[in-house]
């Protein structure tokens, strides 16, 4: 079992509506989640991070965390074609002084104007 | 305030040279982290460094190597190339903490001819 997992896509969401991204992780004890956007040809930029249980949002981005289930999701409202884009979710490990980030191998959005 | 810079952008190699990858990070991070990202693999984490010592190291040969400095300045060592070592890597800084994400440099885009 890989410790982070995501539907690869690609995932085509028409524009204006809600694109759901959804991660899990196979490690109990992870402290906290992050979700990473990547454009072709460039480095991923942070866009979310959480470590409650719960939604926690910004802007048009809503980032939701479940760690009974061990899941962790992006919603994006209002679908941009500039939202089009690889979402990585990456999860910190338990072990305090750990900085070591795993990453999923990222989910391809497409907004269809 | 500058991001985390890497250099260089781009190389031209050939098999069983090496080569030195080179990334400051953001000024007052600490920990740097080395990530190699090709098409079929996504991240796959290289290793960590925090005040000079590495704290966690990936599933890559011994061939792969990396410092830091006193400065947090990190540099990386491939020794030996592959055609598989062709990839982007990333380095990313971070703040500290568990909640810190990181920020990543543009990348060093390696070719293996």
């Known amino acids: 079992q890989k410790e982070v997992e995501q539907n690869s896509g690609p995932l085509s969401v028409p524009e204006g509506a809600i694109a759901s991204l959804n991660c899990t992780y196979s490690?109990?004890?992870?402290?906290?989640f992050f979700w990473y956007r990547q454009y072709s040809g460039k480095s991923p930029e942070l866009i979310m991070f959480?470590?409650?249980?719960g939604d926690k949002e910004d802007g048009r981005f809503t980032a939701q965390l479940n760690k009974a289930s061990q899941y962790v999701s992006l919603l994006i409202r209002d679908s941009q074609p500039s939202d089009s884009a690889t979402y990585l979710c990456?999860?910190?490990?338990?072990?305090?002084?750990?900085?070591?980030?795993?990453f999923g191998t990222g989910t391809r959005l497409t907004i269809i104007p | 305030k500058a991001g985390v810079t890497q250099t260089p952008r781009y190389l031209i190699k050939t098999r069983g040279q090496q080569v030195t990858l080179s990334c400051s990070p953001i000024s007052g991070h600490r920990s740097v982290s080395w990530y190699q990202q090709t098409p079929g693999q996504g991240l796959q984490f290289l290793f960590e460094y925090f005040s000079e010592t590495q704290r966690n190291k990936g599933n890559f040969p011994g061939r792969f190597s990396g410092r830091q400095f006193s400065n947090s300045r990190s540099e990386m060592n491939v020794s030996t190339l592959e055609l598989g070592d062709s990839a982007l890597y990333l380095c990313?800084?971070?703040?500290?903490?568990?909640?810190?994400?990181?920020?990543f440099g543009s990348g060093t885009r390696l070719t293996v001819v």
């Open positions: 490690d109990r004890g992870s402290q906290s």
């Open positions: 990456a999860v910190r490990p338990s072990n305090f002084g750990n900085e070591k980030l795993t």
């Open positions: 959480i470590y409650s249980n």
């Open positions: 990313a800084s971070s703040g500290g903490g568990i909640n810190y994400g990181y920020t």
